[in-house]
């Protein structure tokens, strides 16, 4: 009975085996119909499928077929393998058969090569492609590096002026004065105020209305002057107190501490302003019943009390009281402004002068005193080409070659570095 099993196991086994081989022939019967039709998907699914069901077996049929659909698929390596095996398992050769794969063997064969010459010229192409790039990134490096150092350190940079001139605020919070150029024109050091006003730049050190130190700038000339210490002024005064804007006609004023005098500075004239032919003035205001008296000491009378003369402001003249106390402004012509309407004028010029008033507020006034439209800041519009670019929190100065400006250094594009390097 056992051996009975046994034989019936060895019958079913062979049949099942039969049956998967004839099954595969169907396939490939299936998939070179379907090549002939150029049906190259269905093809590769019939051929696959019969080479699943003979396993590990194989013939030449097989082979030719294999040969046939992976050529036609372009994948030549894989085609090359099923040939060769053709070849090892055919017995036609010389037959027409045999002699066509041969051919199409040949043909491989130079496709291969053909395709191993790309690659290889790719390869090299990509070689070459990461040998520039590393060179390019190695210049470019070197690039940057010279162009940090051509950046300015700089929180802000205001507008410039019609003369290519700005104000600029460092990282700290001083301020300093550069042109489009790149050129520092004044470092920030320790001016912790600023006025640009009429092409002209004011730097203040100290706290504000009480400025310790003063560097003006005319934006025209580019010419830079420190002013006098206030003590050169009034021996008494410590700093400047009030600053009043700059104008075009160069005079600058401002109301220092512990003085019976407004400091006006010529700074055209690298001097203190003096006034003379006072009692010119004096006597017309006189004449005109703008005033009651005045004397030798350059005193004048208003009211009951003698007013000190307190310096001419460039259009209008200020007068203290005997105590110190500034007490009002006469203007040439004899108009007057209280200190109780105006604390602080600026020079007349134009017909206009700057006014403030105690809460802080600047009006703009006309010669006699009637407050009118602001003044036309003459600073005007910049016309250059310079274009600020921020990096890392600096600026760079850069012209319409894309060159980087700073200081006299002038630093190439980075494609013209490139380029030449």
């Known amino acids: ?144 590096k010279k162009a940090e150092n051509q950046s300015i350190a700089a929180d802000t940079i205001y507008p410039f002026d019609r003369n290519n001139v700005a104000v600029f605020k460092s990282a700290n919070g001083f301020y300093g004065v550069i042109d489009d150029q790149g050129n520092t024109l004044v470092a920030p050091g320790n001016y912790s105020g600023f006025m640009h006003y009429d092409s002209r730049i004011v730097l203040t050190e100290g706290i504000e209305n009480q400025a310790t130190k003063i560097m003006t700038v005319d934006t025209y000339s580019k010419e830079q002057w420190l002013l006098p210490a206030a003590r050169k002024f009034n021996a008494l005064s410590t700093n400047y107190g009030k600053v009043m804007l700059p104008r075009e006609n ?24 003096e006034t003379e032919g006072l009692d010119k003035y004096f006597q017309y205001w006189k004449d005109q019943k703008v005033i009651k008296k005045f004397n030798k000491e350059n005193q004048i009378k208003i009211d009951k009390e003698y007013l000190d003369y307190g310096g001419d402001l460039g259009g209008y003249m200020a007068f203290y009281t005997e105590t110190g106390d500034l007490f009002c402004y006469i203007s040439l012509g004899g108009h007057i402004i209280k200190v109780s309407e105006y604390n602080y004028l600026g020079t007349l010029k134009n017909g206009i002068l700057q006014a403030e008033k105690s809460d802080g507020q600047t009006v703009w006034l006309t010669e006699k005193g009637v407050v009118t439209d602001a003044m036309i800041n003459k600073n005007g519009l910049y016309k250059g080409m310079t274009i600020l670019k921020k990096v890392k929190g600096n600026y760079q100065f850069v012209n319409p070659k894309n060159e980087i400006m700073k200081d006299g250094v002038v630093l190439e594009s980075l494609e013209s570095f490139l380029t030449k390097n």
Do not use: C
């Not at 004023?253 to 001097?271: A, E």
């Open 1 to 144: 009975m056992k051996n009975f099993f046994y034989f019936v196991f060895f019958i079913s086994s062979f049949v099942f085996a039969q049956s998967n081989t004839e099954i595969a022939e169907i396939y490939l019967i299936k998939s070179e119909e379907q090549l002939k039709k150029k049906e190259l998907t269905k093809a590769l699914v019939y051929f696959d499928k019969a080479k699943s069901l003979l396993g590990d077996k194989t013939t030449a049929k097989v082979e030719e077929i294999g040969t046939m659909i992976y050529y036609n698929l372009e994948d030549y390596k894989v085609a090359k393998e099923h040939a060769k095996q053709y070849f090892a398992l055919t017995t036609e050769k010389g037959s027409d058969r045999y002699n066509e794969v041969l051919f199409l063997y040949v043909d491989i064969e130079e496709k291969i090569e053909a395709e191993n010459k790309i690659k290889a010229e790719l390869l090299a192409a990509e070689m070459l492609r990461k040998k520039e790039q590393a060179r390019i990134d190695s210049l470019t490096v070197v690039w940057n």
């Open 250 to 273: 160069g005079l600058l004023v401002t109301y220092p501490n512990n003085s019976k005098k407004v400091l006006v500075y010529d700074i055209n004239g690298r001097k203190f302003k």
